[in-house]
């Protein structure tokens, strides 16, 4: 198996006065439709992002007269070992030009910049509101990434390390698999910054990505690691009206973008976008792994409300809770902050009542989700399409943080 897990911590929080905009189609058919392909790509995912941008560029693309508008923002570096050597990133209309692809470049981005950086991504999404203000916005960020867990935190025994910088914070140090056989992963943000020949990795937080966010959009798709769990979710509740993503980690060669009509048409389909995602590896023949969900953010106060009760009743069988609990778990070797929403509660007794209840939330907002029977030596048997933290096999450090999460303050898991 060949692997790319890394991290990132992961990306984005409430979102700015631009999201204020409301969906109504009602006019739709005459406006402008825009998908932003947002990559940060210099790290060890350049090679299979660049193969992605190709396998989308060789499908349909908008002509250049469309309203349709395909852009791409991507970041990479010269190959997938070697990040010596700084790259500019850009901001590129993609069309279809009498039979030709015709790339036009409308933002350039100092080399010395990260698309890491949550400033970068404000500054390439305000460029887009600007050449294109009164259009319908789908975003899909592709890159590392590791939910809701603050910079740093995350790490992965061969494949990553942690070191502290002399002026304080956390940066993982990239230290590669070597073992080339197994099947890679990617995650989302994490690119590399080399510093004193040391290779950190730069990281956005979930909150400070929602707050960079000035559009409002249709949908946003997570082409990460881990980042399906109600903690991202809840954080761009404001942001997107559909937030698509997996609980589990993806496998390095991504989303399926042969075909992307789905999510560039008069009336998107993020859900079938997605399923054709699941449907090409539940059927691959060579590596049988993925899990997607797409959620509706219309039903997820109506989701925290219900948990929120169901948190305070059933505290002390949750605080009982712990790994050795049979709770499904989304994560790999010992990275224990992803378990399964429902498992969860389900795991700590609550009453048929309260599990309708329970599933009548859940089906409230998750419309569209999968997985296969496993995913890399992960039995999956109980699957809700989201994943959350469990408190009790955290730490004091990691619970404080988890406090400044929006959805904790909606519904006070950690007291």
Sequence with gaps: MRIKAIILAAVFAASICGCT???????????????????????????????????????????????????????????????????????????????????????????????????????VLEKVSRLYPNAHYGLVVSSHGTGWLPAGKYSSGNYIQFRRKPQGGSLPVYKYNANPDEPKVKTFGAEVEIKDGVKYSREMTIQSMAAAIPIHLD?????????????????????????????????SEGFDYSDISDLLSDSPSIDAFCKRYFDYYDKSARERAATIS???????????????????????????????????????????????????????????????????????????????????????????????YLPSVGDSDLNEFYKTMAWNKATNLVE
Excluded at 236 to 241: I, L, Q, R, T
């Design 219 to 251: 949908y946003l798709l997570f082409d990460a690691c881990l980042m399906g769990g109600i903690e991202v979710a809840y954080e761009f509740k404001d942001v997107a009206d559909k937030v698509a993503f997996s609980p589990t980690e993806v496998l």
């Design 294 to 388: 797409v959620v509706k953010t219309s039903g997820l106060d109506a989701l925290a409300q219900t948990c929120g009760k169901l948190f305070n009743n059933y505290r002390s069988s949750i605080a009982g809770l712990n790994t050795a609990s049979g709770i499904q778990r989304y994560y790999r070797s010992d990275h224990h902050w992803f378990f399964d929403l429902r498992d969860i509660l389900f795991k700590a007794g609550i009453s048929s009542t309260d599990l309708t209840e329970l599933d009548a939330a859940l089906d409230g907002c998750i419309s569209y989700k999968a997985a296969t029977p496993s995913f890399l030596g992960i039995q999956i048997t109980s699957y809700s399409g989201l994943s959350m």
């Design 21 to 123: 905009k409301q969906s109504d189609r009602s006019g739709y058919p005459q406006e402008e439709f825009v998908l932003v392909y947002y990559c940060a790509g210099f790290n060890n995912l350049s090679s299979d992002i660049k193969h992605n941008l190709h396998v989308m560029e060789s499908g349909t693309i908008p002509f250049r007269t469309s309203k349709h508008k395909l852009l791409a923002f991507t970041h990479f570096s010269v190959n997938d070992v070697n990040f010596t050597e700084l790259t500019e990133s850009h901001l590129v209309h993609i069309s279809n030009n009498y039979g030709q692809i015709q790339r036009d470049t409308l933002l350039t981005i100092d080399k010395t910049r990260s698309a890491s950086d949550a400033a970068v991504l404000e500054e």
